[in-house]
């Protein structure tokens, strides 16, 4: 095949909007976008109907209505790998979708990649989710990844994250590629109508947490940490989607207990259209990501392209989005060895958390200059066109 030659590409994920609840269907949202640019494009997602040409969504087979999360997850998959008839090429995100890309790789004999927005070993805690559907959902990311033609890791550290978990891949079969964001679209809003409405004092500090309620975000370990900042700090939680009725009821708990102790904390749990979110994250002092593991953390770089300082833990490829003294400041953690990314000290790893934003919270001055850069680092660096040319070409390598 050559350069000039039209490729089919069809894109295998579990979300994709307007059905988007993390990382990985952003991801997706906006590759989808630029590879149109550049090939023929088809997406097929989970759930109900979508009216955008292109794109086919699939539903849970009815038969399986009552059986095992993951074991509807699989039913969905082969349904998706029967779709992808006439590819030339399948690329599939998450382990929701890598055994339809497998599987399609095997009916279609088409190369297949899969791109690592996370690893199931590196999240136990998903055993408390799913029970024995957890063995499901790691069997469907091994084989897919030990089949796969390549693999896309979104950072450096995903990519070693990759080649511990799976020692039997090629490490040649790795390729790095980051996650990307739209600069035109995430942007400074200075207007204040959205945070009226949710409650948030533009005169007031903030800081302001993006994320779904999950053991591998630390939303918890913010949560303690918060009780150390300053009174007139408002504490802006935009969390939602809990893994378990367990973690949910957590921070419930730890939220209750730190409106008992100061003012301004503000928790809004349903999912906020973007440009709401990007209102917020304007406005923010600090935009913090207190994870134990996140491979990239694209929630970082929307941060930043709004101008917002970032602390963030130093882990996974957090410290190649965030430049520690240039755009934020990154948070130190000594996790434990056995996979969960848990802090080693949890009490120490909550009183850095708070020492860092803190020490920004208490010099707002610098805190604006290191989000002014992180746009800057957001725009040069981050670029979905450049990302989806990269993606392009693996696709071609693989295809010649």
């Known amino acids: 095949m050559t350069d000039s030659t039209p490729l089919r590409v069809d894109l295998l994920t579990r979300e994709y909007p307007p059905e988007v609840y993390g990382g990985a269907g952003v991801h997706v949202e906006y590759l989808a976008r630029e590879l149109r640019r550049l090939a023929a494009v088809r997406v097929h997602c989970f759930g109900a109907p979508r009216t955008e040409p292109g794109v086919q969504a699939y539903a849970e ?214 440009t709401e979110v990007i209102q917020v994250l304007t406005h923010a002092t600090i935009f913090v990501c207190p994870s134990v593991y996140e491979p990239m953390g694209i929630v970082n770089l929307e941060a930043m392209a709004c101008e917002t300082a970032v602390v963030a833990t130093a882990t996974g490829g957090i410290p190649e989005v965030v430049a520690d003294g240039e755009t934020g400041l990154l948070v130190p953690i000594e996790q434990s060895p056995d996979g969960t990314g848990r802090p080693v000290d949890p009490a120490r790893f909550e009183a850095d958390l708070a020492a860092r934003l803190n020490e920004l919270l208490a010099d707002p001055e610098r805190a604006a200059t290191l989000g002014r850069a992180g746009r800057q680092r957001a725009v040069e660096h981050f670029s979905w066109d450049a990302i989806a040319r990269q993606t392009l070409d693996l696709y071609r390598s693989l295809s010649r």
């Open 61 to 274: 087979p009815a038969a399986l209505a009552s059986a095992n999360a993951a074991l509807r997850t699989m039913g969905v998959d082969l349904e998706m790998a029967a779709g992808c008839a006439g590819t030339d090429v399948v690329h599939s995100h998450t382990w929701y979708a890598n055994l339809a890309g497998h599987t399609a790789k095997l009916l279609h004999g088409v190369p297949h990649v899969a791109t690592a927005h996370s690893l199931e070993p590196l999240r136990p805690w998903k055993a408390e989710q799913l029970g024995g559907g957890y063995a499901l959902s790691s069997w469907c990311e091994r084989t897919a990844y030990e089949s796969a033609d390549a693999i896309v890791a979104v950072s450096a550290g995903m990519r070693r994250d990759v080649l511990a978990a799976y020692p039997s891949v090629d490490p040649d079969r790795v390729h790095v590629i980051y996650n990307g964001i739209d600069t035109a679209q995430y942007a400074p809003d200075r207007g204040t109508a959205v945070l009226a409405r949710l409650g948030i004092d533009p005169a007031r500090p903030s800081v302001v947490y993006v994320g779904r309620i999950t053991r591998q975000k630390g939303l918890p370990h913010l949560l303690r940490a918060a009780r150390d900042l300053p009174a007139e700090t408002q504490l802006v939680l935009l969390a939602g989607a809990p893994d378990t009725p367990e973690i949910a009821a957590e921070v419930a708990g730890l939220v209750t207990e730190l409106r008992g102790r100061r003012s301004g904390v503000v928790w809004v749990a349903e999912m906020l259209p973007k």
